[in-house]
C-alpha cells in the first residue's frame, strides 16, 4: 500500500463524521433560528406597565358599564 492510500475502513469512517458534522450543523441553525423566531414573538406581544394597566382600567370601566355597542346600551 502506498503512504498517500488511506485504508478503507478509516476513510469511510472520515467520511460519515463529515457528514454527521453537516448535519448537527443544519439542525443546529434551524434550532437557532426557531429561538430568533420565537424570541420575535414573545417581544412583540410584551407591553409596557403604563399600556398594561390603561388596558385594565378601560376594560374594568367598560365591565361596569356594559359594552358600549351591545344592544343599544351606551354612554
Known amino acids: 500500500m502506498p503512504a498517500t492510500e ?3 475502513p478509516i476513510a469511510e469512517q472520515s467520511a460519515s463524521r463529515i457528514l454527521g458534522a453537516g448535519a ?3 439542525e443546529d441553525f434551524v434550532q437557532f433560528g426557531t429561538i430568533l ?8 406581544k410584551m407591553v ?3 399600556e398594561g ?3 385594565r382600567e ?3 370601566k367598560s365591565g361596569q358599564l356594559g359594552v358600549p355597542i ?3 346600551s351606551g354612554p
Open 48 to 50: 409596557s406597565l403604563v
Open 70 to 72: 351591545a344592544a343599544g
Open 6 to 8: 488511506i485504508p478503507q
Open 58 to 60: 378601560v376594560t374594568s
Open 24 to 26: 448537527k450543523g443544519h
Open 37 to 44: 423566531h420565537l424570541s420575535y414573538e414573545a417581544d412583540r
Open 53 to 55: 394597566l390603561g388596558v
